[in-house]
Structures are given as C-alpha cells and as structure tokens.
C-alpha cells in the first residue's frame, strides 16, 4: 500500500458474487500479508479483490483439490 488505508478484501467467483469479505481497519503502508483458508469453496477459478484509499487491485487465483 503506498499509504495507510482502510482496506476490504473480497473473494468472488467469475459471475462477481461475493464469496468472503474481509475488513481491515487502518492498514500500514508498504508490503502487507494476510492468509486465506478456502473453507469450503469448490476447485474453480476465483478472484480476490483488494480495495483500499488507493484504488482496487484484482488478482485471479484456482482452488484444485
């Protein structure tokens, strides 16, 4: 991030429908990590979405189990 920000993190599926949110509050700038645990999602192409003061950055990401 290039500076503090509030951030949202969204996965979806193709169709855009939203699968997990997650909300972080007053988020450092520079390099950041957070961990995803799929859960129950199916093998299938996804997207998560990062949202924050900055814009959006959207990155596709499979599940193949």
Same mark, same amino acid.
């Given at each position: ?6 951030? =949202? ?11 997990? &949110?997650?909300?972080?509050?007053? /988020? &450092?700038? !520079?390099?950041?990590?957070? /961990?995803?645990?799929? !859960? ?15 814009? /959006? &950055?959207? &990155? =596709?990401? /499979?599940?193949?189990?």
């Amino acid at each position: 991030l290039p500076t503090t920000s509030d951030v =949202k993190l969204y996965v979806t599926d193709l169709n855009g429908r939203v699968l997990t &949110q997650i909300d972080a509050l007053n /988020v &450092q700038e !520079g390099w950041n990590r957070s /961990v995803f645990y799929p !859960g129950n999602l199916t093998s299938g192409i996804y997207l998560i979405l990062l949202e924050s003061d900055s814009g /959006v &950055q959207v &990155q =596709k990401f /499979v599940i193949s189990q």
